[in-house]
């Protein structure tokens, strides 16, 4: 049994046939510390999370050694993906976006047995969920697992009242300077406003929209209809912290539908 699983980005497994995958090591999280000098005092104002560099080790073992060369070869075929994701099989929807950059020279235990060490760096230097909020949140859907931070009262992702909670399972925030996230507003609305009040983050439009229209605040961008209206709006982004987050919408008018889908992010 393989206890490492990789996945191209579009979800396809990449199959290694004959080798096992024996352990995925991953470090502690690291940070870089800002800092200011205050009063002859030196004082951390920041903590920037750096890239993780993970070790994927492998154990191959072939029919002959001719066998295991060309295994060898097959491995150097299939991890060279400029982005892929690998996860470990006892936590396989706790995934990690990985590059491969580094040389490594296969350990051969015998003529037909051979180790490779892979280095493997995830630049965010976090993990994230394979689901994400537009999922059914339930472990019969195979994209959830103990250990997520999900919780027993089953959160809701779209809504159509003016108040309502968004949660976050994960360790981070959600930032979509940094991480897909993709807000929905579909319905009419007059200088239509989000706020998360648990951040404070505010997001406004100075416009209109009609019943049948679809305001977006995809990542850093902000759409109707699929046409931007960055210029048009406060130039403001809206975050998603772990745990509840409390929202108003303020603009609407009549019926409306409103839809968060992102992913969940751990240390």
């Not at 991953?26 to 993780?52: A, H, N, T, Y």
């Not at 490779?116 to 965010?124: I, K, Q, S």
């Not at 949140?137 to 909670?165: A, R």
């Not at 699929?226 to 998603?240: C, G, Q, V, W």
């Amino acid at each position: 049994m393989s206890l490492i699983n990789l996945y191209k980005l579009d979800g396809d497994k990449i199959d290694l046939p004959g080798v096992s995958g024996l352990k995925l090591h991953v470090p502690s999280p690291s940070f870089d510390l800002i800092v200011e000098d205050k009063d002859g005092r030196r004082i951390v104002v920041d903590k920037i999370l750096q890239p993780r560099d993970l070790i994927a080790e492998f154990l191959a073992i072939g029919n002959d050694y001719i066998d295991s060369l060309l295994m060898r070869d097959i491995i150097f075929q299939q991890i060279n993906e400029s982005e892929f994701y690998v996860s470990e099989s006892k936590s396989p929807h706790k995934r990690w976006r990985v590059h491969f950059h580094q040389e490594y020279t296969p350990d051969r235990i015998n003529l037909r047995a051979q180790t490779f060490e892979v280095p493997l760096t995830a630049m965010t230097g976090l993990a994230e969920s394979s689901g994400t909020t537009l999922d059914d949140l339930t472990f019969t859907t195979e994209k959830w697992q103990v250990g997520q931070g999900l919780t027993l009262e089953e959160p809701k992702y779209t809504h159509s009242t003016n108040t309502f909670s968004i949660f976050n399972a994960g360790d981070v925030a959600v930032d979509p300077r940094e991480m897909p996230i993709k807000i929905i507003y579909r319905g009419a609305s007059n200088n239509l406003k989000i706020t998360n009040l648990t951040t404070g983050d505010e997001w406004q439009y100075d416009g209109t929209s009609k019943a049948n229209d679809n305001i977006t605040l995809d990542g850093i961008r902000s759409l109707k209809n699929d046409a931007s209206i960055f210029k048009d709006t406060n130039k403001k982004l809206i975050t998603i912290a772990p745990g509840w987050n409390h929202f108003e919408l303020t603009g609407t008018s009549g019926s409306f539908l409103i839809s968060f889908e992102h992913r969940f992010y751990y240390y």
